[in-house]
């Protein structure tokens, strides 16, 4: 499963359809925006190529999805929409099998999950060219990764710390061992038991929470108790997550790199990228853009704000003037 869990509602249906048969049965609806190159695809160098996007279920990875289909049909092609598929395998299979030509990645959902790593690469550079070269073999073409790292943290409401201060997990060790009733975390069933979880997370830094100040429960809870209650000091989250900043938590630094690089990246079928390797100059340039904070507010437009995901990417590459409506 994806650390991203597809757990996560997305933020919106897209809607099904069902492709003439001599396309093959896939599942999409052609993307029929009327939008223009901005500062990329000048010339319609992808007129008349006719190109799948996919994605995984929940709301950045669909926001990502729609950007790179968008960016694709500014530059002159036809566009399938496929995001919005359930759970990492099935996207990463549409990629595979050529049912889909291009979605945005994660690089430690690709070294662990697909090519059976036990242990990530600390360095994200490092782990991004480890999955390119690995999966370079089976078919599968990786872009140039964006900052943008959804993984897992640690949060605190900044009101609670405006009494304990915490920036690192290690300022955690710290508390814990000084005053063990004041760590109280809220976690998932998962990351309560998983060794890439809160054990794990415990083993490297020297921490010892009491088991009775561990609470399990639903991710979407998570945010809300370390907000506004009192018996969770501390909450799992994900770093990507518009509910940070909206509902005014710290995020604390793995100053120990306890937890994976999980960087997005485009990841396209080799066949498509190798006949239309202009992919690379109309995403790189977007990839670039893409940090942590960036996803973070666009990820809130959808799940905080109700958006739809589509609109939210378009918005973005419009400001970003990549794109200009027709």
Known sequence: MDHVRTRRAAGALVLL?????????????????DVKPGSIGQGHPLKGASLTVTSKNFSENIVLGQMAGLVFKAAGADVVDRTNLPGSISAREAITKGDADAMYEYTGTAWITYLGNSKPITDPHAQWQAVRDADVRGGVTWLPQSALNNTYALAISKRNNAKYQLKTLSDVAALAKKDPSAVTVCVENEFASRDDGLPGMQ??????????NIQKMDAGIIYTQVSKSSSCLLGEVFTTDGRIKAMDLDVLTDDRHFFPNYNAAPELHSAAFAKYPVIAELLNPVTAKL???????????????????????????????FIRKG
Do not use: F
């Open 17 to 33: 359809a069902v492709l003439p048969a001599g396309c093959g049965l896939k599942s999409g609806s052609p993307m029929v925006d």
């Open 203 to 212: 083993k490297a830094y020297g921490m010892s929470i009491p088991a009775g």
């Open 291 to 321: 940090t942590t904070a960036v996803a973070q507010d666009l990820n809130a437009k959808v799940d905080v704000d109700g958006r739809d995901p589509h609109d939210v990417a378009k918005e973005w590459l419009v400001e970003q003037g």
